[in-house]
């Protein structure tokens, strides 16, 4: 700066000095008067230019100045950098952040202080139906049109969460929501959702289960005690006695199925996967459960002395099965033993082993029993489902078996497939893939 005053003096005494000489003192205040306005001229087209840049906010069209503004011009143009720089900075983290709250499996929602809608996720914006465009400053409760939501967001401390119904996109899905209110900054509120629906089913499921079980189990309890109150309080003879104690003997043994299938069952959902290490040889196993099967069949009709259904066997191909032999056994003994509880005497079974083009190694158990209605094929392998209940209940069933078979074929990689037509039989398939096939063991 000074510099350029200095120069700026020493032009102007120079000048001025050639005017005096040229022509006197007043020659001279005029130089110095028309030096003054021109550099008074040029420093404010300079201080224009410069104007002009700063307005346009294009930090790298800096103007080409002189002197003092180039110095001017340069400094500004650092700290405008520097300020353009920070403001990158701030503008990554917020997006980093933005991101991480999009990332979130949970939905996030911002609010301001009147509730109105600033910012959410699109987890959010799934779970509420809102669009955070078109719905921005929108009011929370407009938009979530809960009465539970609604009372929720009145209250003056939000210590909970609610459980709301949220959007679901297919209709007849429905979408449980667990909603919490936080308060932050000044007055501002988060709202955070998440998507408890399974949990929900999870814990509708364990209270029906627990309904069934204690149903399956105080059937056969009441009739015993009915029986051990008649055997108390009635003078029976022996015959009857002997009579009475084998309808109890059949209700213990009810009891002690239902007992043992649900263990299994929470041994298959507590164990771990089976190891793919262990090879088990088909044709033993397939052979014993031709054998129970066999046993079963002849219990059917207490007339008869041999089985009343007639068993075929496919060859059985010389494979081993990696996994677990007890598990695979019980599965196939629930497909079989069902197979001669549902089909009428007279009846044939067909037991096969085969190998598909789609690479899957099939199990099959093929009978010209009664068939099932499509609308029951689904459900077939829930808990306690039965098509016919006082079948399953005569015929020693627990309603439990097909969910033995499924979970262990599943943890085979595997999975049972039906096919079945109200009178034309059933087939029940366990169909693993052809990976789990091994070496026969040694
Ligand atoms: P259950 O102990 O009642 O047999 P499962 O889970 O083994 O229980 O079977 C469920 C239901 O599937 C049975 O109650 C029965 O209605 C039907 N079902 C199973 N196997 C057959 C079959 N081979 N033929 C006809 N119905 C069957």
Redesign the pocket.
């Known amino acids: 700066m000074a510099s350029h005053l200095v120069s700026l003096i020493f032009w102007s005494l120079v000048a001025a000095g050639a005017a005096w000489w040229y022509g006197g003192w007043t020659a001279a205040l005029a130089m110095v008067a028309l030096v003054s306005w021109g550099w008074v001229l040029q420093q404010l087209w300079r201080a224009h230019r410069l104007e002009v840049w700063l307005r346009a906010g294009q930090v790298a069209n800096q103007p080409v100045l002189k002197g003092l503004w180039r110095d001017l011009a340069d400094r500004m143009r650092r700290l405008l950098q520097q300020r353009d720089q920070q403001v990158q900075v701030h503008a990554d983290r917020l997006q980093h952040f933005l991101q991480a709250i999009q990332a979130s499996p949970n939905g996030v929602t911002l609010l301001d202080k009147e509730g109105r809608i600033e910012w959410c996720n699109d987890t959010a914006a799934l779970h509420l139906g809102i669009d955070s465009h078109r719905d921005h400053l929108q009011h929370v409760v407009h938009m979530v049109r809960d009465p539970v939501f609604s009372r929720y967001f009145t209250q003056d401390k939000h210590d909970g969460e609610v459980v709301i119904e949220g959007r679901s996109p297919t209709l007849t899905k429905s979408v449980k929501l667990s909603v919490q209110l936080h308060r932050y900054g000044d007055g501002q509120q988060l709202l955070l959702t998440r998507d408890i629906t399974a949990v929900h089913q999870a814990e509708i499921m364990r209270r029906d289960f627990v309904a069934n079980v204690s149903h399956e189990i105080r059937t056969p309890l009441t009739v015993l005690s009915g029986f051990v109150e008649t055997l108390q309080s009635l003078p029976l003879d022996p015959d009857e006695q002997h009579h009475f104690l084998d309808l109890m003997a059949v209700q213990a043994s009810r009891m002690q199925t239902l007992v043992s299938d649900l263990l299994i069952l929470s041994q298959l959902e507590g164990s771990p996967l089976p190891g793919k290490g262990e090879p088990v040889a088909l044709a033993p196993l397939t052979l014993q459960v031709r054998d129970d099967a066999l046993a079963l069949s002849a219990l059917q009709d207490p007339e008869s002395t041999g089985p009343v259904h007639t068993l075929v066997l496919e060859p059985v191909p010389d494979w081993c099965l990696s996994g677990s032999r007890n598990e695979l056994l019980s599965a196939m003994s629930?497909l079989a033993n069902?197979?001669v509880?549902?089909?009428p005497a007279g009846g044939t079974i067909r037991i096969a082993w085969s190998r598909t083009e789609d690479d899957q190694v099939v199990f099959s158990v093929k009978?010209t029993?009664?068939?099932?209605a499509p609308e029951h094929l689904p459900r077939?392998s829930e808990r306690f489902?039965?098509?016919?209940r006082s079948?399953?209940r005569e015929t020693g069933?627990?309603?439990?078996?097909?969910?033995i078979t499924k979970h262990v074929v599943q943890r085979h990689g595997g999975q049972l497939r039906i096919d079945s037509e109200p009178g034309r039989g059933?087939t029940?398939m366990l169909s693993f893939p052809a990976s789990r096939l091994v070496a026969k063991s040694l």
């Open positions: 629930n069902n197979a509880r549902y089909t009978d029993g009664p068939g099932i077939l489902y039965r098509v016919d079948r399953s069933g627990t309603g439990l078996g097909l969910a059933s029940f």
